[in-house]
C-alpha cells in the first residue's frame, strides 16, 4: 500500500510540475500576483510529492519489499541497515528520484525564499524550473519508475554493488546531486532574466547565492567521492581522470567561473552576456554528467549501465534544455548592455583571464572525456585519454590561474596599481620560492617539477592570508584598529579567503603526495617481512571473520620504524560477498600527522616452501591528508560566504522596488 502511494505522489508530482510551470508562466506573462502565487504553492506541492514518493522507496528498502523491482535488484535482507537505505539512491531508477526530489526541492525554496526578487522574475524562474522537473519527472515516471512492481517477487535480493556499501559513499550522491541540480535555480535565473532582457547587477546579485550554495555542495560530494574512491577501491591512489569522475569535475569548473564572473556583474555591471552563458553552461554540464553516468556509454564503477533507450531520452532531455537556453540566449545576445568598462590591469581583467583558464581547463576536461566516445563511434577503435594528457594539457593551465589568483582580490575596481600589488605580494612570492627550494634540497629523491607544485601550493596560501592582512591593516595600523575591523570585515571576505588558502592547501598535498609516494608489494607468508620506505612491514597473522553480509580474511600487519618502534597494527582485509559473489578488498590506514600508511591484502598464493603467502601492497601516501583538508575548507569558506546576510538575501527591500 506504502508503495502504491508513493507511485501515486510521484504520478501526482508530475501534474503538479505542469501546472506550476504553466501557472507561474501566465502569472509573468500577466503580472497577475494570484496566478504567480498559484504557481508557487504547485512548486511547494510538487516537492511534497516528490518527497512522499522518495520516503515510500526508503521503506520498501528498509523492508526489504522485493516485490519493489528496484529493491530485488539492489537489496539483500542481511545487508546493514544503512545501506539499505542508501540502496534508495543506489541504482540508476533510485538516483533519478532522488534528482527529482532535489530538483523539486530548489524549486520549493524559490517559492519561499525567492521575495527578494522581482515578482515578475520570479515567476519566470519556477516556470523555467517547472518545467525541468516536467522534463525528469515524466523520464522517472513513464522510463525509469522506481517504484515498479514485478509479477513475482524473489526471496531474495541480489544485493548492492559491495563497493557502494560504504559510508562515504553513502553521504556521496545526496550532495553530488544537491550541488549538480542546485545549478538548475542559476539556469532558471537565467533563463528568466534572457526572456524580460534584463541581465543586469541586479540579477548577478540574486545568481551569486544560489551559485556558491551549488558549488559549495558539489565540493563536498567530489571530495567524499575522492575519500571514497582513495579508502574503498585499493589503488592507493584519490584522482584517476575517470570519466565519471570528470563529468562532476566539469561543473565544478564552470561554477567556479560563473562565482568569480558574476561578481564582476555584480559590482561594475561588466561581463553580462558571459556570466550568462556561463549561468546556462554551468547546469548544462550537470546534465552532461547524468547522461554519461546514466546512458550506458561509459564503463566505471560510478556508472549505471542501462540500455540505451533510456540513454538516449537522457539525451534528448539534455537536448531540449540546453538547446532552449542557448537559443534565448543567442536571441538576447545582441540586446544586452556590454556594462562597465575596465583597463587591462584591474580586478575586473584579473576575473576575466581567471574565467578563460577555467573555461579552457573545462574545455581540456571535456574533449578529454568525451574523445574515447567519438573515436570509437567514428572508427570502432577503443582508445584511452588518462593522466598524462590531462598533466600535459590541464594542469598548465591551472598553474596559470593559481599564478594570478592572489593579486586578484589586492587589485583595484576599475584601474588597478600593479606595482602597489606587487609590493604586498613579494613576501608570499618570497616564502614560497624558499620554501619550495627547501623541499627541493632536503626531501629525496629531488623532483623540480614537484616543487615547483609547492611553490604553488605556498604561493595561494600566502596570498590569500596577505590579502586577509591588506583588509586588517596589519602591522600598518594600531593593533586596536585591526581588530575592530576583522569585526566589521564582512563574511563574505572570510570566506574567500578560506576558499582561495583551501585550494593552496590542496595543491600542497596532491603536489607532495602525487611526487613522494612509496610504493611496496611483496607475496608474505605468516612472519614475513617487506621494506615500505622509513618502515618495516610484517605480516603476524591471518584469520577469518564473519561480517553482517560477506565473509573476510583478515591479516594482521605490525608496522614499525628503523629504530624497531611499533608504529600501529592495521588490519586490512579480502571480503567476499555470497549474494552476487563478488570480491572486494578493505583497506587499513594508518594515519602519520599529515601522512598515511596504506596496506592492502591480497589474494592467497602459494610461497617459498609450500606456504600459503598473500600479496600485501603497501604505500606511504605524504601529506595526504590536505588533499581531503584542503576542499573541506574551501566548502567552509563557501558557507561562510552564504551566512553572509548581503549575499544571501540578495538586493534589499529598496532596490527591490526599484527593479520591480
Not at 576575473?351 to 567514428?378: F, Q, W
Not at 572508427?379 to 591551472?398: I, Q
Not at 601492497?617 to 584542503?630: E, K, M, Q, S, T
Amino acid at each position: 500500500m506504502i508503495t502504491e502511494l508513493g507511485a501515486f505522489a510521484l504520478i501526482l508530482s508530475l501534474m503538479l510540475s505542469v501546472a506550476q510551470t504553466g501557472l507561474s508562466a501566465v502569472g509573468g506573462a500577466r503580472r497577475s500576483p494570484v496566478l504567480a502565487g498559484a504557481g508557487q504553492g504547485a512548486a511547494l506541492a510538487a516537492f511534497v510529492a516528490v518527497l512522499v514518493a522518495f520516503a515510500a522507496l526508503i521503506h520498501a528498502f528498509v523492508v526489504s519489499d522485493f516485490s519493489v523491482a528496484n529493491v530485488a535488484a539492489n537489496s539483500h535482507t542481511a545487508k546493514p541497515m544503512l545501506y539499505k537505505v542508501a540502496g534508495a539512491w543506489g541504482s540508476h531508477e533510485g538516483s533519478m528520484l532522488l534528482w527529482c526530489l532535489v530538483l523539486t526541492g530548489y524549486g520549493a525554496a524559490m517559492a519561499i525564499f525567492g521575495d527578494s526578487l522581482p515578482p515578475r522574475l520570479r515567476a519566470y524562474a519556477i516556470a523555467v524550473q517547472g518545467a525541468l522537473g516536467v522534463l525528469f519527472l515524466a523520464y522517472t515516471v513513464f522510463a525509469s519508475n522506481p517504484l515498479a512492481r514485478l509479477a513475482e517477487a524473489p526471496v531474495e535480493g541480489r544485493s548492492l554493488n559491495p563497493l557502494l556499501q560504504d559510508p562515504a559513499l553513502a553521504a556521496h550522491p545526496p550532495f553530488l546531486y544537491s550541488g549538480y541540480v542546485g545549478f538548475s535555480v542559476v539556469y532558471s535565473l537565467s533563463l528568466a532574466a534572457l526572456i524580460e532582457g534584463r541581465i543586469d547587477a541586479a540579477w548577478a546579485r540574486w545568481v551569486r547565492p544560489w551559485t556558491l550554495a551549488a558549488w559549495s555542495l558539489l565540493t563536498i560530494g567530489i571530495t567524499l567521492g575522492a575519500f571514497w574512491a582513495y579508502y574503498e577501491l585499493g589503488w592507493g591512489g584519490w584522482w584517476f581522470w575517470d570519466p565519471v569522475e570528470n563529468a562532476s569535475f566539469m561543473p565544478w569548473l564552470i561554477g567556479a567561473a560563473l562565482l568569480h564572473s558574476a561578481i564582476v556583474t555584480e559590482k561594475r555591471g561588466a561581463l553580462p552576456g558571459w556570466t550568462a552563458f556561463l549561468a546556462l553552461a554551468a547546469f548544462t554540464f550537470s546534465m552532461l554528467g547524468a547522461f554519461l553516468v546514466r546512458s550506458g556509454v561509459l564503463t566505471s564503477v560510478h556508472a549505471f549501465a542501462v540500455d540505451p533507450t533510456r540513454g538516449v531520452l537522457l539525451l534528448i532531455m539534455m537536448g531540449i534544455a540546453a538547446g532552449a537556453g542557448f537559443l534565448l540566449f543567442g536571441l538576447r545576445a545582441g540586446s544586452l548592455n556590454p556594462g562597465g568598462q575596465f583597463r587591462p590591469i584591474s580586478r575586473e581583467s584579473a576575473i576575466v583571464l581567471n574565467n578563460i583558464l577555467l573555461s579552457t581547463a573545462t574545455a581540456v576536461v571535456l574533449l578529454g572525456t568525451l574523445y574515447p566516445l567519438i573515436r570509437e563511434a567514428m572508427d570502432g577503435e577503443a582508445v584511452s585519454v588518462g593522466a598524462p594528457f590531462f598533466n600535459l594539457t590541464f594542469t598548465p593551465l591551472m598553474v596559470l590561474a593559481f599564478a594570478i589568483l592572489p593579486a586578484g582580490p589586492l587589485l583595484a575596481w576599475k584601474r588597478g596599481d600593479a606595482k602597489g600589488v606587487a609590493r604586498k605580494l613579494w613576501i608570499a612570492l618570497a616564502a614560497a620560492a624558499a620554501l619550495g627550494l627547501v623541499a627541493y634540497g632536503v626531501v629525496q629523491p629531488r623532483k623540480a617539477l614537484a616543487s615547483g607544485g609547492l611553490v604553488v601550493g605556498f604561493w595561494l596560501v600566502g596570498g590569500a592570508l596577505i590579502e586577509m592582512a591588506d583588509r586588517l591593516k596589519l602591522l600598518r595600523a594600531p593593533a586596536a584598529e585591526s581588530v575592530r575591523r576583522a569585526r566589521g570585515l564582512p563574511r563574505g571576505a572570510w570566506g574567500t579567503t578560506l576558499a582561495h588558502a583551501g585550494l593552496g592547501i590542496f595543491v600542497l598535498g596532491a603536489s607532495f603526495e602525487t611526487a613522494w609516494k612509496v610504493e611496496a608489494a611483496q607475496a608474505l607468508s605468516l612472519n614475513g617481512s617487506q621494506p615500505l620506505g622509513a618502515y618495516v612491514l610484517t605480516l603476524t597473522d591471518v584469520g577469518t571473520v564473519e561480517g553482517p553480509n560477506y565473509l573476510a580474511e583478515r591479516g594482521v600487519v605490525t608496522v614499525v620504524d628503523k629504530a624497531g618502534r611499533e608504529i600501529c597494527r592495521a588490519a586490512p582485509e579480502r571480503r567476499f560477498y555470497p549474494t552476487g559473489s563478488q570480491t572486494t578488498s578493505e583497506v587499513a590506514i594508518c594515519p602519520r600527522g599529515l601522512d598515511d600508511i596504506y596496506i592492502v591484502l591480497g589474494e592467497r598464493r602459494a610461497g617459498q616452501g609450500g606456504k600459503p603467502a598473500w600479496l600485501v601492497r603497501a604505500y606511504v601516501n605524504p601529506w595526504v591528508r590536505l588533499i581531503f583538508l584542503g576542499p573541506l575548507i574551501m566548502a567552509i569558506g563557501g558557507v561562510v560566504s552564504l551566512s553572509d546576510r548581503r549575499v544571501r538575501l540578495g538586493v534589499g527591500r529598496r532596490t527591490r522596488e526599484a527593479v520591480s
